[in-house]
């Protein structure tokens, strides 16, 4: 029978290690949202990445990332910053990147003075907020901030996403992992379960290290990569299905 | 957590009851406007499954046919007592599946 790659299909797996009718859904659900947290915690994937487009606003450098309060960015399941950019007119479409969390707070505050008037030079994100320098622009640039998300599970049942398309047993194992701790308190079953999700040490084998290496090859696909023919690193060449370069 | 879970194929016409009888001990009927709501896997209401309805005493008869193939639907079947006016709700969950329900069909 062909699979259909649906969340639903994850739960139905998960089901028939517990009997149908002893996870209940909604516990299930949470479940499966939990092995979705694991995924992500483990690094930045590719389905993570987006992209906030706005404008600041005249003499205000601070803006809340997770809330929409004083024109925050209202992103709640913002996980980490990838990179800034601004154009220098209302208008304009010829947008320039500037240095994102190059150095901390503390220093940037020494940098630049209090009420200092200009255009973007420096942004930090500090906990859950996103810092312009010098911190009163003249105009309501339109910016854009490149993100890392947290994802959702599909909600209905039919739907389907990368994970549940591509790496569905990902899921399946942390659920059942967590059934066998909340449910059964069987901790060995959920250990064994964990394993089959990150291996030993926890991250490096398993459908963990599948969805890394995967990650890992779509983020160089573009790039321009070095590999000593010659002299004392020769021996360091690392082959792309080596899981130990995520140490 | 559902009362009940029911696997049912989406080609077959099943019949669920809810006896209320426990759950509104002061009540010898249940009023002719009980009713269910049926929500999909989603927790948004939903018209997935065809369901009709009929009530004897205190217990609400649900005919059941339709769905969608993999979907999970929860009836909040509710029963209204006739002496007491009081709602009681029991939650059945129907899960539709070709191949992977055994039973119920």
């Known amino acids: 029978m062909p699979t259909s790659g649906t969340i639903g299909e994850v739960k139905d797996i998960v089901r028939e290690h517990f009997s149908r009718t002893q996870f209940p859904t909604g516990q299930l659900d949470q479940a499966i949202d939990e092995g979705r947290r694991i995924i992500e915690h483990h690094g930045n994937f590719w389905w993570m990445r987006t992209l906030k487009s706005f404008s600041l606003v005249v003499d205000q450098g601070s803006y809340s990332i997770t809330t929409a309060a004083s024109s925050g960015l209202n992103l709640p399941k913002f996980k980490d910053a990838i990179a800034f950019s601004y154009t220098n007119s209302l208008t304009g479409v010829n947008y320039q990147q500037v240095p994102l969390g190059v150095i901390e707070r503390e220093e940037a505050d020494s940098l630049y003075n209090v009420g200092q008037d200009g255009t973007p030079e420096l942004v930090l994100v500090d906990n859950e907020t996103l810092l312009i320098y010098p911190e009163d622009p003249q105009l309501a640039y339109p910016c854009r901030l490149y993100y890392w998300t947290y994802t959702d599970n599909p909600d209905l049942n039919s739907e389907s996403d990368v994970i549940t398309l591509r790496f569905p047993m990902a899921l399946a194992y942390a659920a059942i992992a967590w059934g066998y701790e909340m449910l059964l308190k069987d901790f060995q079953g959920a250990s064994y379960f964990r394993s089959l999700l990150g291996g030993q040490p926890f991250g490096h084998g398993g459908e963990l290290a599948k969805l890394k290496k995967e990650n890992f090859k779509r983020g160089w696909q573009d790039m321009m990569t070095i590999t000593p023919r010659m002299g004392s690193n020769t021996r360091f060449r690392k082959r792309l299905d080596n899981v130990q370069i995520y140490r | ?105």
């Open chain 2, 1 to 105: 957590m559902a009362n009940e879970v029911i696997y049912k194929h989406p080609d077959s016409g099943i019949v669920v009851t809810a006896d209320f009888t426990d759950d509104l001990a002061t009540d010898a009927t249940i009023t002719a406007g009980s009713t269910y709501t049926l929500f999909g896997s989603d927790g948004a209401v939903s018209s997935g499954l065809t369901i009709t309805t009929s009530v004897a005493t205190m217990i609400l008869t649900l005919n059941i046919s339709g769905g969608t193939e993999g979907e999970d639907y929860l009836v909040n079947a509710k029963g209204i007592g006739a002496t007491s006016a009081k709602t009681a709700v029991r939650v059945i969950e129907v899960r539709v599946r070709k191949n992977r329900g055994f039973g119920n069909y």
